[in-house]
């Protein structure tokens, strides 16, 4: 490890934590000296990434959150020697794409008042190409990201299944059953999107150690699923889902798009391709934000 590499871990977290416990003062030689061969490749890793917290900290001795893009909100594991690329842009894009369109109709966008365009994204993209990222996500050993981005996958599928038109029958089935009014249907839909925001929740929980910019994604969008099922189940005076929080519900899921776009920039963008890192922030209770609140012996004299 150069000795610009030992700088650079010391100004992010301090002289203390500098790798195998190492003097200020160490020179690069001492500290290849004492380095294991575990935490030689960790250095070729720092050497490769130039940034965020491969570049860093040792992962082999520190609980890190994930680095922005990462579909990863627990422990920090090294893409270093992945047989697959990080499939969390993939599944983020898919999500965020095929939600902004559909929010844009919740809103009112142009004056559309039937989501039907929706229906081959949900089929295609945020179904079919998510439902993908999910697996990779799996193979890669990433539970948190097989989970989110297969589920969200399943949530365009069966979505798309309910508006099809002349398909499923599904919306027309329940009206028939309800002699002719729709409120049955939209009672139905509203349990559906409830069940979606009480999913959202608990994935919320895990990413509070994450980044702020992950944790945003999924706060919004567990208000959009909120205030979605809220809107169908309690309608206005004329029985129909009530336009006002369903123009909420849809603002929430412009959002959620666009956190999620933000996101999947931050793990597309790297040295091969960008000039700067895409910030997201990270909590003051995470390992790193203690780290960087944290005065090294430098900055105290």
Same mark, same amino acid.
């Given at each position: 490890?150069?000795?610009?590499?030992?700088?650079?871990?010391?100004?992010?977290? =301090?002289?203390?934590?500098?790798?195998n416990?190492?003097p +200020?003062?160490?020179?690069?030689?001492?500290?290849?000296?004492?380095?294991?061969?575990?935490?030689?490749?960790? !250095?070729?890793? !720092?050497?490769?990434?130039?940034?965020?917290?491969?570049?860093?900290?040792?992962?082999? +001795?520190?609980? /890190?959150?994930?680095?922005?893009?990462?579909?990863?909100p $627990?422990?920090?594991?090294?893409?270093?020697?992945r047989?697959?690329?990080?499939? !969390?842009p993939? $599944?983020?894009?898919?999500?965020? /794409?095929?939600?902004?369109?559909?929010?844009?109709?919740?809103?009112?966008?142009?004056?559309?008042?039937?989501?039907?365009?929706?229906?081959?994204?949900?089929?295609?993209?945020?179904?079919?190409v998510?439902?993908?990222?999910?697996?990779?996500?799996? !193979?890669?050993?990433n539970?948190?990201?097989?989970?989110?981005?297969?589920?969200?996958g399943?949530?365009?599928?069966?979505?798309?299944?309910?508006?099809?038109?002349?398909?499923? *029958?599904?919306?027309?089935?329940?009206?028939?059953?309800?002699?002719?009014?729709?409120?049955?249907?939209?009672n139905s839909? =509203?349990?559906? /999107?409830?069940?979606?925001?009480?999913?959202?929740?608990?994935?919320?929980?895990?990413?509070?150690?994450?980044?702020?910019?992950?944790?945003?994604?999924?706060?919004? /969008?567990?208000?959009?699923?909120?205030?979605?099922?809220?809107?169908?189940?309690q309608? *206005?005076?004329?029985?129909?889902? *009530?336009?006002?929080?369903?123009?909420?519900?849809?603002?929430?899921?412009?959002?959620?798009?666009?956190?999620?776009?933000y996101?999947?920039?931050?793990g597309?963008?790297?040295?091969? *391709?960008?000039?700067?890192?895409?910030?997201?922030?990270?909590?003051?209770?995470?390992?790193?934000?203690?780290?960087?609140?944290?005065?090294?012996?430098?900055?105290?004299?």
């Open positions: 490890m150069s000795a610009e590499h030992h700088a650079a871990l010391e100004k992010d977290v =301090g002289p203390d934590n500098a790798i416990g190492a +200020e003062n160490a020179n690069a030689s001492q500290l290849s000296s004492q380095m294991t061969h575990e935490e030689h490749e960790v !250095a070729k890793a !720092a050497a490769r990434f130039g940034y965020g917290p491969l570049a860093k900290v040792n992962p082999t +001795e520190y609980n /890190l959150p994930p680095f922005g893009g990462e579909f990863q $627990g422990l920090y594991k090294s893409v270093e020697k047989k697959f690329a990080n499939p !969390a993939l $599944g983020l894009c898919a999500f965020a /794409l095929t939600t902004f369109v559909l929010s844009c109709i919740n809103m009112g966008a142009r004056d559309i008042t039937a989501p039907n365009i929706v229906v081959a994204l949900a089929f295609g993209y945020g179904g079919l998510q439902l993908l990222a999910g697996m990779w996500e799996m !193979a890669i050993g539970t948190f990201g097989a989970t989110a981005l297969s589920s969200y399943g949530f365009w599928i069966s979505f798309a299944i309910v508006l099809t038109p002349g398909g499923f *029958n599904i919306e027309s089935a329940l009206v028939k059953a309800d002699n002719g009014s729709t409120s049955m249907f939209d839909f =509203g349990l559906f /999107l409830m069940g979606w925001f009480i999913f959202t929740t608990i994935l919320l929980f895990c990413t509070l150690r994450s980044t702020v910019a992950f944790f945003l994604l999924f706060f919004f /969008l567990d208000l959009a699923f909120l205030l979605l099922g809220i809107g169908y189940i309608r *206005n005076s004329e029985g129909k889902p *009530n336009p006002p929080v369903i123009k909420a519900g849809g603002f929430f899921g412009l959002m959620a798009a666009f956190t999620a776009w996101n999947a920039l931050a597309i963008a790297d040295s091969s *391709n960008s000039f700067f890192v895409i910030p997201v922030a990270h909590f003051p209770w995470s390992p790193t934000g203690k780290a960087r609140r944290t005065k090294t012996e430098r900055e105290t004299v």
